[in-house]
Nanobody, 115 residues
């Protein structure tokens, strides 16, 4: 079992920045991919960014160049630096990790970008 706890959400104006953090605990040795997803009201949950154990990353096209995902394997944390935020980035952001064959989710943190 892996537990994920997010922090760092909040309210920010258009063009502002936020940094999300996620700490994993429990059976962390088996974690490979970690990432962030988001879900806006009335929409499906979507991938924002993922980072693999070796450090390779993938981003959604909508956030590429604005968001940066990073990971500290020793501390079992994954962060998401979000810059140049837009109102369409407003959503609940969820931390995610894969410990094959299991997938774990955090409880979510709200990010609201005002216009």
């Amino acid at each position: 079992q892996v537990q994920l706890v997010e922090s760092g959400g909040g309210l920010v104006q258009t063009g502002g920045s936020l940094r999300l953090s996620c700490a994993a605990s429990g059976s962390t040795r088996s974690i490979n991919t970690m990432g962030w997803y988001r879900q806006a009201p009335g929409k499906q949950r979507e991938l924002v960014a993922i980072i693999h154990t070796g450090g390779s990353t993938n981003y959604a096209a909508s956030v590429k160049g604005r968001f940066t995902i990073s990971r500290d394997n020793a501390k079992n944390t994954v962060n998401l630096q979000m810059n140049s935020l837009k109102p369409e980035d407003t959503a609940v952001y969820y931390c995610n990790c894969i410990s094959t064959p299991y997938v774990y989710w955090g409880q979510g943190t709200q990010v609201t970008v005002s216009s």
